[in-house]
């Protein structure tokens, strides 16, 4: 286990305060480390989490990152009981933005313009197509004709295609390769109408800028990018829009709790010019004579400081620190070391700018954060979260700019400035040794997921817990049932928690077992407590409440106490709420039982739940042979329902009405009792199913009223299959049999004289048995014995046949 400290930069906790000692891990340095807020009382937590880049869909990684995110804020502001300021900040102008909305715009434009597949665009999506090609599958020749394309990259990259590495060795493929495949299929979608264009074939015209944007998007903003009019950043701002909105609605769909608040990079300009300024004036930072302004790493250090303090190794990569500044950076001779990155950039034309000390520009990515999480949080904060990708350059450049900024704070200057005592990086979601990435386009969304029944806000967070927040994830089907299986044991046990709610058991106690699941939940409960102070340690902490299931299940139902059973689904209930696991539910009620799911729909409550009671009490009678018409008229009398119902109540009403009614007629025509336990049987099996409800009939007690879900309708379905396949041996068997007794009724025909009198014998005895093969061999001894019981066997097979197809005797 790591090292646990208590960190050099801060003052020891009040001697009051009752501060919950939690063991973080913390990527500032890379071990476990006592956490202690920077309050005087301990109680409060201020946390800023970098939020997303709104020009596209959030996909399932970005998922794992919010959610595991709100899984750690939950449990520290409701299980320790923090007060935590939850800060995040929405990148609404960044390069990938300028080139996204900049590419549809111009996109949008050229498919006004031309609603008729004419040669223009034809040959425009051709150049594209070209342009494409040349700059990211340098491989390829660039005149590669759409109708070579398939086979030339299936030479170029047959590597790459076969699942190694772009390098040829033994390195396993990465990021690098999934890209160069993504590159791959995009330009093959574009090849493959290209092609149909050149044969002159038809084609629809919304189908070809479908298949052909991603090349053409690239292109076009090469050609036309510079010379749109940016002043107004509408162009931008309906991409920017657009996205946080869907963005904000899918994170919602997870049961994601909003931001206390959020801040956004353009409502920040006049105050990030103003950050860097102080930087520049602070002595670290220079500005170009473009009007760019870069940090002075090498000046930062001089000064004791230290640089790339999240990833020291990374320092020195020189694709990270590009992906860091940006694809429209501006490569400045002036810089004086190619690591000094971007504080604020100087617009060229077709980017949107903003006044700075400098002439008009824009921010550079890194300083957003700097700017916005110290104006809101001050010049120290407890918390900075990001996924395990922003270590470096991102929070690493963070970290460096905002001590920058806030340098000399110290009044003893005992140490550099701490802007951030504990950085959590969330592992990342990965595909087959990929993570899920919008660049890579290896994504499914997380509105897709959703709507497609992928995953639910629960099933998607309860595999998260599974793992631990700073691991990386790969979702593999052990995992996923892992969690089905889970969700299933929790879901169960709370039916029968709410059902004993309902219907209270007032058992005769074991005292041996009632303390043996107190005893249990006690365990449970301290290894809760352990795994949670340990760096959020929830797989541990769902492992707990599976083994308190377990444990219930395996003592006698009967033998425990109706309050000791609810005591444990009260405080597993508390749990799985706490980890964000029921997203109707608070934790304002320490009574409440269950989570959402498991409950019949409320206007079925007043129906369904006498229904239920009415087909216990015929049941019941039916399986002790009662078959009484007055009983069975005195039990459908009960709870009649009224003539006049709401209409989501109607389907219920009817049913139960429907049903009352058959009893009745069941009892004026002595139904048996088979056929009355079958009326159950559909009740339950067809009219409410029908209706998303499944009565769960138990020995010895009253039937449990659930929900359909899915657990149910696998178990259906597999019995369902299981009885097709039964029937299905069945049928070929009988078949099977069929057509062996067809063909042995069609031998029976041959008489055993001549059933040997064929060419592979050249002589016979009298009875038809062979003595020389055709050769004119003599028939070894041991052949013409096997052939006499072949020869025994038809003769009987054949004297039966006759005797069956002889007529009646005279």
């Known amino acids: 286990m790591a090292t646990v400290r208590q960190p050099p930069w801060q003052a020891p906790a009040p001697t009051n305060a009752k501060i919950p000692e939690i063991r973080i891990y913390n990527s500032l340095t890379r071990q476990k480390e006592l956490f202690v807020p920077s309050d005087d009382e301990g109680k409060k937590i201020t946390w800023y989490a970098c939020g997303p880049t709104v020009y596209d869909d959030a996909h399932l990684g970005h998922a794992r990152n919010y959610v595991t995110t709100d899984i750690i804020r939950r449990i520290l502001k409701d299980y320790f009981k923090f007060d935590v300021k939850f800060v995040m ?111 002159g074939e038809s084609l629809d015209l919304t189908e070809f800028y479908t298949k052909t944007q991603d090349v053409l998007l690239p292109y076009l903003d090469q050609l036309y990018g510079s010379s749109l009019d940016i002043r107004d950043y509408s162009i931008f701002s309906k991409l920017t829009t657009k996205y946080e909105n869907r963005f904000m609605e899918d994170v919602r769909a997870l049961n994601v709790l909003d931001a206390d608040l959020i801040t956004r990079v353009t409502e920040y300009s006049k105050e990030i010019a103003e950050f860097v300024d102080k930087i520049v004036n602070n002595k670290f930072a220079y500005a170009t004579s473009d009007g760019s302004v870069y940090f002075d790493i090498a000046a930062f250090e001089k000064a004791g400081n230290s640089y790339a303090r999240l990833e020291p190794w ?296 006498p229904l239920s009671r009415l087909r216990d009490e015929v049941r019941k009678n039916a399986i002790a042979g009662i078959t009484s018409p007055e009983l069975l008229t005195t039990i459908a009398s009960k709870d009649q329902a009224a003539k006049l119902q709401e209409a989501e109540t109607l389907p219920y009403a009817e049913v139960l009405t429907q049903f009352q009614e058959d009893v009745r007629n069941f009892a004026e025509k002595g139904a048996s009792a088979k056929e009355l336990l079958q009326l159950c049987d559909q009740l339950r099996d067809v009219k409410l199913w029908d209706l998303g409800i499944y009565l769960e009939d138990r020995e010895g007690q009253p039937a449990m009223v659930r929900p359909v879900d899915q657990e149910l309708v696998a178990a259906r379905e597999a019995k369902v299959e299981k009885e097709r396949k039964k029937l299905a041996d069945k049928q070929k068997r009988e078949h099977e049999e069929a057509e062996k007794a067809a063909k042995k009724a069609e031998r029976a025909k041959l008489s055993h004289l001549e059933m040997f009198r064929t060419s592979e014998y050249s002589a016979w005895d009298d009875e038809g048995l062979p003595l020389r093969d055709a050769k004119g061999d003599e028939i070894p001894k041991n052949r013409t014995k096997k052939l006499k019981k072949e020869w025994v066997e038809q003769k009987k097979l054949h004297e039966q046949w006759k005797t069956a197809n002889s007529g009646p005797s005279s």
Request: aromatic share 8%.
């Open 314 to 609: 990374s320092r020195g990569d020189k694709e990270l620190q590009a992906d860091g500044e940006g694809a429209l950076t501006k490569k400045s001779t002036e810089k004086r070391s190619d690591a000094d990155f971007a504080l604020w950039k100087a617009s060229k034309p077709g980017e949107p700018s903003w006044p700075s000390p400098w002439g008009r520009g824009r921010p550079g990515w890194h300083i957003e954060c700097s700017a916005m999480a110290s104006d809101v949080l001050g010049p120290k904060m407890d918390i900075h979260s990001g996924g395990i990708d922003l270590a470096f350059p991102h929070h690493d450049n963070e970290l460096a700019q905002s001590e920058a900024y806030w340098h000399g704070l110290e009044q003893d200057h005992s140490h550099q400035h701490q802007w951030v005592n504990y950085f959590l990086h969330m592992g990342h979601l990965s595909i087959q040794g990929s993570k899920m990435s919008k660049s890579l386009k290896n994504f499914t969304t997380i509105r897709e997921a959703l709507e497609r029944g992928e995953w639910n806000a629960r099933s998607l967070r309860i595999v998260f817990l599974f793992k631990s927040w700073k691991d990386g994830i790969e979702i593999t089907d052990d995992l996923v049932k892992e969690g089905i299986g889970w969700e299933y044991k929790v879901n169960n046990f709370f039916l029968k928690a709410k059902d004993l709610e309902r219907n209270p058991s007032y058992n005769t106690p074991s005292v041996e077992h009632d303390s043996a699941l107190a005893k249990a939940l006690s365990e449970a409960q301290h290894k809760v407590d352990e795994a949670l102070r340990d760096s959020f340690n929830t797989r541990d902490v769902m492992r707990a409440i599976s083994n308190i299931i377990t444990e219930y299940n395996t003592l006698e139902k009967n033998s425990l106490t109706d309050e000791t059973i609810l005591t444990v689904a009260r405080w597993i209930t508390q749990l799985v709420t706490t980890l964000g696991l029921d997203g109707k539910a608070d934790l304002s009620d320490p009574n409440r039982v269950g989570w959402s799911g498991i409950d019949i729909p409320e206007a079925a409550v007043p129906l369904v739940y």
């Open 89 to 199: 900040n929405i990148t609404d102008v960044d390069d990938k933005i300028i080139i996204r909305g900049r590419q549809q715009h111009l996109l949008s434009e050229f498919t006004s313009k031309h609603v008729k597949l004419d040669d223009e665009v034809i040959s425009t999506a051709q150049a594209a197509f070209k342009a494409y090609i040349k700059k990211n599958l340098v491989q390829i020749d660039a005149e590669t004709q759409p109708h070579r394309y398939e086979s030339v990259t299936k030479q170029a990259y047959a590597g790459v295609l076969e699942g190694k590495s772009l390098e040829g060795s033994g390195k396993p493929p990465g990021d690098k390769e999934a890209k160069v495949k993504m590159h791959i299929k995009t330009a093959a979608s574009a090849a493959e109408v290209l092609q149909s264009a050149s044969k």
